[in-house]
């Protein structure tokens, strides 16, 4: 019996909902990311850092009883979550990995794709992930990648100046937990120095209004992680109250717009062995 291996966002309770609220907010693009880049029915893909397996959920629908989805994620409580949800859905086509993508191998399989989303900002070595992950893909198999760009895109108009500082904040307790906000900025190379050919890369980014399902992405992240933020010994109560004002002020304004965390969609094929 292992202990929970946490990380920066936590894998409590709240923040399992919110990543269910997350893959919701962005199914719609996950789709048609994963329709572009073919999979289909009877495919089998390894999703990397699966989290509570929301995307592998429907990921396991659609290529159906002849596929497979193979989730690898390192916190129990999210491996504990998947299988919940797979035994209440009936869903036997989910093969689930309990390991650390940093220190342990990744399971060899005949993968035709792999996806990895919001991962790579939370590792602290992107190249070694790569490595592995070139290791276990074929010739031919695709890569594909939903990892945030240019994270500091992320604001509000009217501007928000202590959300601005909150924004700061993620990215510092990121960076200092090891990881890189900008975790798509160095797929380019390192997918190049491993065998694998970009064949799309594109922004994903929005522009909400408060009405919009999209504005409970980020709104549900600043309330889930200003006590993160507290615990941590980097903001006081103060500071949190203010950045709740703002923002409840910027939801009663019909006229406030938000500009989303850019996330980068890389979809890459395995030319070498
Ligand atoms: C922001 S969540 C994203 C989860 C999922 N990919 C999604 O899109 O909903 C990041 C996930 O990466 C996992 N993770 C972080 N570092 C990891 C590591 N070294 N090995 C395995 N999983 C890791 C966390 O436990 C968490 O589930």
Redesign the pocket.
Known sequence: MTTE?D?V?G?HEEELAR?GL??RVWRSVALDCWQKAGITVGKRVL??????G??AVDLAEIVGPRGEVIA????KN?VRALKETCRARSLTNIKIHE?????DDLPKGDYDFSW????VS??NDPALLMKKLARVMRKGSIAIF?EYGHYETWHFFPRLPNQERFRQHVIETWRESGGEPDGAAGLSELLSANGFVISSATPRIFCVRPNDYMWQWPATFIEIYLPRLIEMGRIDQEFADKVRADLAGAEKNPNSLMITPLVLEIIAEKRSE
Do not use: K, N
């Not at 999703?47 to 509570?52: F, I, L, N, S």
């Not at 690898?72 to 916190?75: C, I, N, V, Y």
């Open positions: 291996r990380y966002l894998t990543l997350q893959h999703d990397v850092g699966a989290g509570p929301y995307a690898l994620e390192r916190s999210f390991l650390d993508l940093m220190t990895c989303r919001w991962v939370f590792i939903h």
